[in-house]
């Protein structure tokens, strides 16, 4: 297991957490290395991006170049990575997929559920973190650079 040294790990695991009813199951699924299920639509949602619309934007499946897809449209942190299923998911604010119209991006939000996984992985085996888990709301994903990132694949 890869391990990233965010020097806000424990900013990030509080923050994730802060308004979940069962706050301390989350924290024992990361004890253990798992993915913890966080409830969608009152603290945080994810958009859902095809791998294959990052790939196009980076130029291919290297991390760095991933990476750097993300960060050219303005997107520094809250983007997890699940290699298996081959999708990215964007932790954007609450009440962003009523306002999603973009049919390439899937929301989940209120009622949904995310396994997100411990904020101290960033690498396989299993869902990791691509980009920095979020400490607070200004962390989050924005819509219209998810909009932005899959307007480029779509050109291509």
Known sequence: MNTHRFSDNELATRWLVS??????????????????????????????????????????????AVEGAFRQVGIVR??????????????VPPGTSAAADEPRLACCGVGGYLGVPPTHRVGPPGTYWLLAPPTDEAGLCD??????????????
């Open 19 to 64: 308004r979940e009813t069962h706050p301390r199951e989350a924290r024992e699924a990361w004890a253990r290395g798992e993915p913890a299920m966080i409830r969608m639509g009152i603290h945080v949602e994810a958009v859902r991006l095809p791998a294959r619309f990052v790939y196009v934007r980076a130029g291919g499946e290297d991390r760095a």
């Open 143 to 156: 819509l219209g650079a998810l909009r932005e990132l899959a307007a480029a694949a779509a050109r291509d």
């Open 78 to 91: 809250a983007v997890i990575a699940d290699a298996h299923h081959r999708w990215y998911y964007a932790l």
